[in-house]
């Protein structure tokens, strides 16, 4: 059975960071690329950031987040990271991470498996 589990949500101050993990298990993990989206209230849920599989460092970003988030992978651990620094208010959603095995996909309706998510509020 496939699992994934989000974690490191919270709330944070504007210009604050956060790192969200999210733990892979009863995957072939390093096989798949993995993505992280986001929904924000009252919002269509949308692609944060993605990484390739196995040991590719080729990762692609939305752009409201380029330059502030940065995605990366742990293989052997099973993990997979969002670093995410200045934070805005406007980053405040619900984030989830996602497993597919056809390389990086901004679209939702290509990933295979998705964790439950994790909640990230930006605000004073």
């Known amino acids: 059975q496939v699992q994934l589990v989000e974690s490191g949500g919270g709330l944070v101050q504007p210009g604050g960071s956060l790192r969200l993990s999210c733990a892979a298990s009863?995957?072939?993990?390093?096989?798949?690329?993995m993505g992280w989206f986001r929904q924000a209230p009252g919002k269509e849920r949308e692609f944060v950031a993605g990484?390739?599989?196995?040991?590719?460092?080729?990762?692609r970003y939305a752009d409201s987040v380029k330059g502030r988030f940065t995605i990366s992978r742990d293989n052997g651990e099973k993990m997979v990271y969002l670093q995410m620094n200045s934070l805005k208010p406007e980053d405040t959603a619900v984030y989830y991470c996602?497993?597919?095995?056809?390389?990086?996909?901004?679209?939702?309706?290509?990933?295979?498996?998705w964790g439950q998510g994790t909640r990230v509020t930006v605000s004073s």
């Open positions: 990484i390739m599989f196995y040991w590719s460092t080729s990762t």
């Open positions: 009863g995957l072939a993990f390093s096989g798949y690329a």
């Open positions: 996602a497993a597919r095995t056809r390389g990086i996909s901004e679209s939702e309706d290509e990933y295979d498996y």
